[in-house]
């Protein structure tokens, strides 16, 4: 079961904006709406930032967006804080082969 | 509101089974909205779906895992389980239980327990 492509680690000054991408193919990223983002802090259980690619769940700042172009999805933080310092990981239904779940390698971001 | 938490054994001999028991509290495993699901983080490493249950019973595992897996539901304790026989050092890992709430989108975990495989 192949990982959905994401960098290694992005970085960015508080109060700039970055872009995490995660690529997949047409039996997952491309072929569904359904991509999702997490952040975890060192230590801690993931938490949901976004689904269906732009949902963001209650609570969560509008600082967070989510978008998907082709087969590639994205999440951009913007107005960066200190706070934001953690690893993102997306996800998505696949259908490569028989229906799952499938998450990218995830990215660790460091505000600098 | 509705809360997950893992226990079993955290430490487990090559060869053997792994046990771990989800419960849930603030909701019911019965459900029709939710897909409960397991989730592990090897040290260091990513994430990997490993599986999920339907309150009706109905499974899907990861392909990799699946010969291994089984995932079941207890109605009447309100918790959900993850086996994992056949265990090597590879299946070392943080395992979480959480919740689905739709086609791979997990809104609530649990605080996930550490198994190492070791003799």
């Known amino acids: 079961q192949s990982a959905l492509t994401q960098p290694a680690s992005v970085s960015g000054s508080p109060g700039q904006s970055i872009t995490i991408s995660c690529t997949g193919t047409?039996?997952?990223?491309?072929?569904?709406?359904?991509v999702s983002w997490y952040q975890q802090q060192p230590g801690k259980a993931p938490k949901l930032m976004m689904y269906?690619?732009?949902n963001r769940p209650s609570g969560v700042s509008n600082r967070f967006s989510g978008s998907k172009s082709g087969n590639t999805a994205s999440l951009t933080i913007s107005g960066l804080q200190a706070e934001d310092e953690a690893d993102y990981y997306c996800?998505?239904?696949?259908?490569?082969?028989?229906?799952?779940?499938?998450f990218g390698g995830g990215t660790k971001l460091t505000v600098l | 509101q509705v809360q997950l938490q893992e226990s079993g054994p955290g430490l487990v001999k090559p060869s053997e089974t792994l046990s771990l028991t989800c419960a849930v509290s603030g909701g019911s495993v019965s459900s029709g909205t939710y897909y409960w699901s397991w989730i592990r983080q090897p040290p260091g490493k990513g994430l990997e779906w490993i599986g999920y249950i339907y309150y009706s019973g109905s499974t899907n595992y990861n392909p990799s895992l699946r010969s291994r897996v089984t995932i079941s539901l207890d109605t009447s304790k309100n918790h959900f389980s993850l086996r994992l026989s056949s265990v090597t050092a590879a299946d070392t890992a943080v395992y979480y239980c959480a919740r689905d709430f739709g086609w791979v989108a997990f809104d609530i975990w649990g605080q996930g327990t550490m198994v190492t495989v070791s003799s």
């Open positions: 996800s998505s239904y696949t259908t490569s082969s028989t229906p799952k779940g499938v």
């Open positions: 047409s039996s997952d990223v491309g072929g569904y709406n359904y």
């Open positions: 269906e690619v732009t």
